[in-house]
């Protein structure tokens, strides 16, 4: 037998909750008659409702955050408290099959590090999120050189080691699967998708739409700075840079000159460029050895 093989008394399962009762217990009954896990770690991000009760009840290890810290700050507090050689992340909701956690440990033990649980068509989510969701997927694409099939999925299994190198990046708030994924390409690990269906989730969702719409460009810019810069920064520059020689050749033959809009946007493209190649020593530095 592998040493690396994973079974299901070397998983741990956690799963950040706030004001998820509603649609916690039944998630509970289906994820313990799935597997014998080693534990299952409730994290109560700072309920107001009975999530920790009903998490109890069901035999689950009980996190509980005094006031609300995000669903980062929950995911983090679970990671420390496992035990077990592979954690589960899955969603309180009711959104994410526990029958489904067998096929990510299936793709773990063929060698990979990290296994997420991809989104299929189908999956409930609304348009905006889904057509964010896509170009967040291409661009990390492009970011990382390997195909990226649903970067901001919570539904993952990976080996507890190495997602703990990592914690220190991991942000308080909702980008964490983002955060994750992009840090473990950028070290060199190997990461997998599982196809899931995603259904409607159980209760009312806490993402806003003009937090999300921030959120939004946030994300964009962390998959930039996460793990390549100067892959982002670059075309900007070359695009600022073609730009000011397209006008600085009108102005030159229709008036004869060199114009303040040239010389911004030349004096932009520079910049830009080196933004990104600062950015690129400092992404280096954010995942040297011994940190």
């Known amino acids: 037998m592998s040493k690396n093989l994973v079974l299901e008394s070397d998983v741990s399962i956690v799963i950040p909750a706030k ?3 509603v649609g916690l217990a039944g998630m509970l009954e289906k994820l313990m008659s799935a597997g014998r896990w080693k534990e299952v770690i409730v994290v109560d991000d ?6 920790a009760a009903v998490a109890e009840a069901a035999g689950c290890v ?4 005094p006031y609300s810290k995000g ?3 929950a995911i983090k507090n679970g990671a420390r408290s496992a035990t077990g050689d592979v954690i589960v992340f899955m969603d309180g909701d009711g959104q994410h099959n526990p029958a ?5 440990l299936t793709r773990l033990n063929e060698g990979y590090d990290l296994v997420v649980g991809a989104r299929q068509k189908g999956s409930q989510a609304s348009v905006g999120r889904g057509a964010a969701n896509v170009f967040y997927n291409r661009l990390a694409t492009y970011m990382t050189g390997h195909k990226v099939e649903d970067l901001t999925s919570g539904f993952r299994a990976v080996r507890a080691d190495k997602f703990r190198e990592f914690l220190y990046l991991l942000p308080n708030g909702f980008s964490y699967p983002t955060t994750s994924t992009m840090a473990f390409f950028r070290a060199g690990y190997s990461v997998a998708y599982e196809p899931i ?3 409607q989730r159980v209760g009312k969702s806490h993402i806003k739409p003009l937090k999300d719409g921030v959120r939004f ?7 930039g700075t996460l793990y390549s810069p100067l892959k982002l920064f670059a075309p900007i520059a070359a695009l600022a840079f073609l730009l000011a020689s397209v006008w600085y050749g009108y102005t030159l033959s229709a008036f004869g000159r060199f114009t303040n809009m040239s010389a911004l946007l030349y004096t932009g493209s520079a910049m830009v ?3 990104g190649l600062i950015s690129e020593q400092i992404t280096a530095l954010m995942y040297r050895e011994g940190r």
């Open 217 to 223: 460009l946030l994300i964009i810019f962390k998959i």
């Open 19 to 21: 004001n998820e009762a």
């Open 273 to 275: 460029f080196l933004m």
């Open 100 to 104: 489904d956690i067998q096929r990510l």
């Open 71 to 73: 669903n980062g700050a």
């Open 46 to 51: 700072g309920s107001t409702d009975e999530t």
């Open 197 to 199: 269906h995603a259904a």
């Open 62 to 65: 009980v996190k509980r955050h």
